[in-house]
């Protein structure tokens, strides 16, 4: 069985009361529950991890070499700064998605600006909690083809 993990970043946690007429009024469990439903019904396993804390996120993404055969990350605010995300997605090498519930480049300028976006597969924003749904289905249709057509 597939393995993926779904790693959220900072304020993730406080989706549903935090700004919800931008980010919706879904909560984050809400979310990871119909992703991780969904990821079941494809006959994957989806395991998840949110933290505020950037060098936690890199730790989940280290660990996820042992076990996962794929991730898609939301990684919030870090989107626009972190370096040392772009290169732990680098560094452990299994295909990776970017997903966002807002289209970031409909959002303030400063945001339109990925840096992770070059250590992924590819990027879905934009949808909303669909969002991520869309993501493991991209993520399903990526890990049941040869290596060489990724």
Sequence with gaps: MPRILLLNGPNLNLLGTREPHIYGAETLDA???RATEYAQSLGIELRHVQSNHEGALIDA????????????????AYTHTSIALYDA????????????????YAR???????????????????????????????????????????
């Design 108 to 150: 303030e300028p400063f945001r339109h600006q990925s840096v992770i976006a070059p250590a992924c597969v590819g990027h879905i924003s934009g949808f909303g909690a669909h969002s991520y749904l869309l993501a493991v289905q991209a993520m399903a249709y990526l890990l049941q083809k040869p290596a060489e057509q990724v």
């Design 61 to 76: 993404l280290h660990a996820a070499r042992a076990w996962a055969d794929g991730i898609i990350i939301n990684a919030g």
């Design 89 to 104: 997605i680098r560094a452990v090498g299994l295909p990776t998605i970017e997903v966002h519930l807002t289209n970031i």
């Design 31 to 33: 979310i990871v529950q």
